[in-house]
């Protein structure tokens, strides 16, 4: 096995070694998830701690389903009515919670940094389900794990992200995790949704959609961050949906077997045509979701079975 980390708290840190090790496990566990029988005792007597201090149904349901099917015990904390939210701040609840011993803590938090924070406070494997506009790993993973099994590979693609490059960890977390497996990058969106010096990843940058999705293989659409907006970064929903939005006129520049991926939610008729989401030739949306699922229970069991191999630190 070749993986090292002792967290999971962004792509920046991990080797194509260990990508692909956790892209393997996940593999294995897709196949689990297919059966009848999903369950397994992998994590048997660990607690897993899921705190979201940001709203993400999808996210959240799908580290719990991937704790419980291993055999963790799950639990959900409500942060929206938390200690945090009468004035404690994370590093106490870090401390409080640390108290009690979890294995495994799921963070999701509206600052960048905040997951990292709290990892130095805690003796468990922290995860990091998304933190600001930092990074958002297993998204990442599994937008990996989909395009492999879809492709066949994860290297020497060329891979078009498209819309709000500049609020989206998604696309800084999938920029670091196919830059290191030696992949093309496009991105393309207007420039007020393009972050400064973003050339410097080693992207191609476009503005014209048509041009940007010239012969790509995969074409991965992102949702408008409006919650993370406070200005007026396009000029309406609809002349974003006619220059940006992807429909099939501009999906025909992509290569004929190029895939569509959105990480979900979708705003369909904005980012995406609803028809062209739901074409089973073409987008891999919903394998999406399957994957994330696979890639989580990897995650969680390759970081228990390094903490597992390493002396235990005490923190104080």
């Not at 404690?88 to 401390?95: F, N």
């Amino acid at each position: 096995m070749t993986f090292r980390a002792k967290h999971l708290l962004g792509i920046e840190h991990l080797g194509p070694d260990e990508i692909t090790t956790l892209l393997d496990l996940a593999d294995q566990y897709v196949d689990l998830n297919r059966r009848d029988v999903k369950h397994t005792d992998t994590l048997a007597g660990l607690t897993q701690i899921n705190m979201f201090f940001e709203n993400s149904t999808r996210t959240q349901a799908s580290f719990e389903i991937a704790g419980k099917r291993l055999g963790a015990d799950v639990m959900n904390m409500a942060m929206q009515a938390s200690s945090v939210k009468k004035g404690e701040t994370l590093i106490d609840t870090a401390l409080t919670l640390n108290a009690m011993h979890p294995d495994l803590l799921v963070v999701r938090h509206p600052h960048s940094g905040a997951v990292d924070l709290l990892a130095q406070k805690v003796n468990c494997a922290v995860l990091n389900a998304g933190d600001g506009r930092h990074e958002h790993p297993t998204q990442a993973l599994l937008d990996a794990l989909t395009i492999r099994r879809a492709k066949g590979r994860l290297h020497r693609l060329s891979v078009a992200i498209c819309g709000d490059i500049a609020h989206s960890r998604v696309a800084r977390s999938n920029i670091m995790l196919l830059g290191k497996m030696e992949n093309r990058i496009r991105l393309i969106g207007p420039p007020t949704l393009m972050p400064s010096g973003i050339a410097e990843f080693g992207v191609e940058v476009f503005e014209d959609m048509r041009e940007g999705l010239r012969d790509v293989d995969v074409v991965m659409m992102l949702r408008l961050q409006k919650e993370r907006m406070d200005g007026g970064f396009i000029p309406s929903e609809r002349e974003y949906y006619h220059r940006y939005g992807l429909d099939p006129e501009k999906l025909s520049h992509a290569k004929p077997d190029a895939i569509v991926m959105h990480p979900g939610p979708m705003n369909r008729g904005v980012e995406i045509d609803g028809v062209l989401a739901d074409d089973i030739n073409r987008s891999v949306i919903q394998e999406q979701v399957e994957m994330g699922v696979a890639v989580r229970m990897a995650a969680m069991e390759l970081l228990v079975r390094t903490r597992r191999a390493q002396p235990r630190e005490v923190m104080v």
